[in-house]
């Protein structure tokens, strides 16, 4: 074969791969819709598949960039992966101890009180110390989005034992416990709830 048709088609085949790579990273990653209108509160996890503390790293990483009163960052989080740590945490959380049994990873969410919403130690509106879950939820919202950009799923507890919490992950006095969150891959497919009419939600001014 000559070689400049060889260098052409060793070009040609080259530039074929890379779109074809790429092409297929793209379909791989989801959009933000995507993103919003798959993620689900998932009751059931594949107990096969499991998750890195290197991924956790990520998503905790990603939770960071939510913003926050001040940027004080209130949120801090506490992560359950050892069999020991997960079998006790499980215990905590009432009847959700069934729907998360197979989750291999479980996160306690709290945040630091007289931060978000406080100047000078005083409270800066009525709100007061609601600033700072108002924070922590959007840190959560950030983790639960990111879960499912990377293909996991997620389920935020409001039952559970906050003392018993507290002892089990040594979490400081100061801090408010407010979620726990699994995390895991879905063992099936959870049924989309109905959504209210934007009508009886928003008001247009």
């Known amino acids: ?29 989801p959009s933000f819709d995507e993103v919003l209108t798959t993620r689900r509160s998932v009751r059931s ?22 913003p926050s009163w001040a940027n004080q960052q209130p949120s801090k989080y506490y992560v359950a992966m050892s069999k020991e ?10 009847r959700n101890k069934q729907n998360i049994a197979d989750a291999p990873v479980v996160v306690v969410s709290t945040f ?32 639960i989005l990111k879960a499912r950009a990377m293909g996991f799923d997620t389920l935020i507890m409001g039952m559970r034992d906050a003392d018993a919490l507290r002892e089990l992950f040594d979490i400081p006095s100061n801090e408010t416990i407010m979620a726990v969150i ?7 497919e959870p049924n989309r709830p109905e959504r209210r009419p934007l009508e009886e939600i928003v008001k247009f001014f």
């Open 112 to 143: 630091e009180r007289g931060k978000s919403g406080f100047f000078d130690g005083n409270a800066t509106n009525e709100v007061g110390e609601g600033w700072g879950a108002y924070d922590n939820g959007l840190s959560n919202a950030y983790f």
């Open 182 to 188: 699994s995390l895991g891959y879905r063992a099936s």
């Open 1 to 29: 074969m000559n070689k400049h048709l060889f260098y052409a088609a060793l070009l040609a085949l080259l530039t074929f791969t890379g779109c074809s790579e790429s092409e297929s990273k793209k379909e791989s990653t």
């Open 85 to 94: 740590k997960l079998d006790a945490i499980k215990e905590l959380v009432g």
């Open 45 to 66: 996890y594949d107990a096969t598949k499991t998750i890195s503390e290197e991924e956790v790293r990520q998503l905790l990483i990603a939770t960071q960039e939510a």
